[in-house]
């Protein structure tokens, strides 16, 4: 299957700082990629989507100020959290979107674990 | 809005047990439903991807099945082994997913 990288995969940061996390599928194009976060012991809550080329799409209560989201290229898009707070610490989880002709389908990167102190 | 609810929550079973989770939800306008594992710490495994012409996936010891239009998907597990211990989840969606609230399972050895 089709393979998608994060990096990295494990970042602490001071309070105030901010934090960029890349999302790169490896061997396949995605003109569209989302971001997820799950807090512990919780599910996965999709944050937005990210359009190649254009602007990300925010799901309701997500702060677009607070969590920049760049898709530069067809392999890579940036979830880049601005100021970051402990409330901020999270697992974070990408996911690229392949569509077929009748189907599509999302394949996930692994995961960064942000820890804010 | 789409709601995506799994059934149990939790779930502890001694080893060589079949076992069956749930996993409802809201809106039957869905192109895919996926199952995954998650180990905790670590990002998702992907088990079966169900499209919406589908009924059922079957990957070895896993089987699928979608009912869309109850809105409904099980994951049947036969022989479970504590190496299945994991939290599984649903998602379902269009091009983008909701998922669902998950089920811890413990496989006693």
């Known amino acids: 299957g089709a393979v998608v990288s994060q990096h990295p995969s494990r970042v602490i940061c001071k309070s105030g700082t901010s934090v960029k996390i890349e999302c790169r599928s490896l061997?396949?194009?995605?003109?569209?990629m989302f971001w997820y976060r799950q807090f512990p012991k919780k599910s996965l809550m999709l944050m937005a989507t990210?359009?190649?080329?254009?602007?990300?799409?925010?799901e309701q209560g997500v702060e677009k100020d607070k969590f920049l989201i760049n898709h530069a290229s067809l392999t890579l898009s940036t979830l880049t959290v601005t100021s970051a707070h402990p409330e901020d610490s999270s697992f974070y989880i990408c996911?690229?979107?392949?569509?077929?002709?009748?189907?599509?389908?999302?394949?996930f990167g692994p995961g960064t674990r942000l820890t804010v102190l | 809005k789409q709601e995506v609810t799994q059934i149990p929550a939790a779930l502890s079973v001694p080893e060589g047990e079949n076992l069956v989770l749930n996993c409802s939800f809201t809106d039957s306008a869905i192109y895919n439903l996926q199952w995954f594992r998650q180990d905790p710490g670590k990002g998702l495994t992907s088990l079966l991807l169900i499209q919406s012409s589908q009924r059922e996936q079957t990957s070895g010891r896993l089987n699928a099945s979608l009912d869309k239009s109850s809105g409904r998907s099980t994951l049947y597990i036969a022989a479970s082994q504590p190496g299945d211990s994991a939290t599984y989840l649903c998602?379902?969606?269009?091009?983008?997913?909701?998922f669902g609230t998950g089920t811890r399972l413990k496989v006693l050895a």
């Open positions: 998602a379902v969606g269009t091009y983008k997913y909701i």
């Open positions: 996911s690229a979107l392949t569509r077929g002709v009748s189907y599509n389908e999302q394949f």
């Open positions: 990210s359009n190649e080329g254009s602007k990300a799409t925010y």
């Open positions: 061997d396949f194009q995605a003109t569209t």
